[in-house]
């Protein structure tokens, strides 16, 4: 039987109230992450808020849903299309949850005009140090509330999120545009934000070989229809690449459910590694054979499972727009990863502790994924010479990801002293440790292919 959202507080503030009496360290443990970050637990200095997944309420009149914090973005998903809406931002893997989105700071291809998800909410429910219940909003404990998120629960327990929605057609229309240079990516991407559309992303394949997609609702019924989340549909990277290698510019329609969760299957295209890692030929009839595999949930399970993920760079980048140019040459010369992720975002000033809060006209995160790196020690230094380049550029990165910042480096990014006032109002410090403590990487992984079978073994495949 389900507890109510009520018992489930009650509950956890008993536990937290211990803690706190205590003056014990704790973690918070969700059930699942979308982390990169191997997270050990120590079931004695755990909070566990794994049940906090329920769908409070859906207004469909004022347009806003209230949802308890581990609510995973697809079942919000499902709910919220019922009555023809969706969230206003959606990250792009389904298990990623709300809560995780507000303290991860996750964006997609909608952010170029909401920014990250976390600035479409509306008001936060916390449990505090001290076990206290507290809302926070732009008028009500507005440094709480402009504090929480990214701040990877370093300074309450997230609860429960209300946030905003918006109506939608049942499907997007998508417009793939090839582009031929960095220069040339960039400047379409400029362009198209300042257009009426909803979506804009950007993939590079290599320096020379891009497409931009621009996606806005559609009810054209003329248009091609196709979908990505059945286990013969292609993965959509490899599905841009023939579009744009066929011709210039393509338009398509996609279910809007299947445009919001595209890069589900093949984790981008991380996934590739995974045939990479196995020895495995990677083509059309291998990814059909390993469809049920090769979906992010999976993956993250096998990730952390077999601990291989100091064996990639796996990095999320924001950077001004001024500086993008100059840091896809750097990745181009010292790192070699391709295809490279771009996708444009409305700068964020109100959030300090959010990767888009750049003082610029556009803010673009860069997603660079893959690079296999079987030495441990290759794997830090192209991860440290990576920081180096982000601080050089006046960029951030996104935190789910490896991070080996010293604290100076750390601190010479984010506003510390805001940060720690927020932390001395809230008691914060009694029981959670600082954000710098919970996303730095300080010690080698030892891989385990075995174990990572095993949780496959547990995969909801």
């Known amino acids: ?19 706190y009496d205590a003056k014990t360290q704790v973690k918070i443990y969700h059930g699942s992450t979308n982390s990169t970050r191997t997270l050990d637990f120590d079931k004695n200095k755990m909070v566990d808020v794994s049940s906090f997944d329920e769908i409070i309420e859906i207004n469909g009149e004022k347009l806003y849903a209230v949802v308890e914090a581990n609510v995973a973005l697809d079942k919000l998903v499902n709910a919220t299309l019922k009555l023809g809406l969706i969230p206003l931002v959606v990250s792009e893997f389904p298990g990623i949850t709300v809560g995780g989105a507000v303290q991860g700071g996750a964006g997609e291809s909608s952010s170029f005009k909401w920014g990250c998800l976390h600035e479409t909410c509306l008001e936060y429910e916390v449990v505090t140090a001290s076990g206290e219940v507290s809302k926070a909003t732009a008028e009500h ?19 429960t999120i209300t946030l905003r929605l918006a109506p939608i057609t049942k499907n997007i229309q998508l417009e793939y545009l090839r582009v031929s240079s960095y220069a040339e990516a960039l400047e379409m991407i400029q362009a198209k934000t300042k257009t009426a559309v909803e979506f804009v992303d950007a993939i590079m394949f290599a320096p020379d070989k891009g497409v931009v997609m621009v996606g806005a609702p559609t009810s054209d019924s003329r248009l091609p229809l196709k979908t990505f989340h059945k286990s013969t549909d292609e993965w959509f990277y490899i599905h841009a690449e023939q579009v744009i290698d066929r011709q210039p510019i393509y338009r398509e329609a996609i279910p809007i459910k299947d445009y919001l969760f595209r890069y589900d299957r093949g984790a981008f295209w991380l996934g590739k590694q995974g ?21 992010t949930r999976t993956l993250y399970r096998f990730l952390h499972g077999a601990n291989i993920s100091q064996q990639f760079v796996i990095q999320d980048v924001c950077l001004p727009s001024a500086a993008v140019l100059p840091f896809l040459d750097y990745i181009d010369k010292h790192l070699g990863v391709y295809p490279l992720w771009l ?12 990767p888009n809060h750049i003082d610029s006209n556009l803010v673009v995160n860069v997603g660079v994924w893959g690079a296999l790196r079987r030495d441990y020690k290759d794997f830090v230094a192209d991860n440290r010479q990576l920081e180096q380049a982000i601080a050089s550029a006046g960029g951030r990165k996104v935190l789910y990801a490896h991070t080996y910042y010293t604290p100076p480096e750390f601190w010479r990014s984010y506003d510390k002293k805001s940060y720690d006032m927020v932390r001395q ?9 600082t954000i710098y403590d919970k996303i730095i990487v300080n010690r080698r992984l030892v891989p385990s292919l075995a174990k990572g079978f095993l949780a496959l073994l547990k995969s909801p495949f």
Not at 147 to 155: A, D, H, K, V, W
Not at 343 to 352: M, T, V
Request: glycine share 2%; net charge positive.
């Open 1 to 19: 039987m389900k507890q109510s959202h009520d018992t489930k507080i009650e509950n956890l503030q008993r536990s937290v109230r211990q803690f």
């Open 141 to 159: 404990n507005a440094d709480l509330f402009y504090g929480m998120p990214c701040s990877y629960g370093s300074l309450s327990i997230l609860t």
């Open 275 to 295: 045939f990479r890692l196995f020895h495995v030929p990677f083509n059309r009839l291998t990814r059909l054979w390993f469809a049920s595999l090769m979906q």
């Open 343 to 354: 996708c444009p975002l409305k700068p964020d000033a109100k959030h300090s502790l959010a």
């Open 425 to 433: 109002r809230y008691e914060a410090a009694a029981i959670f440790p």
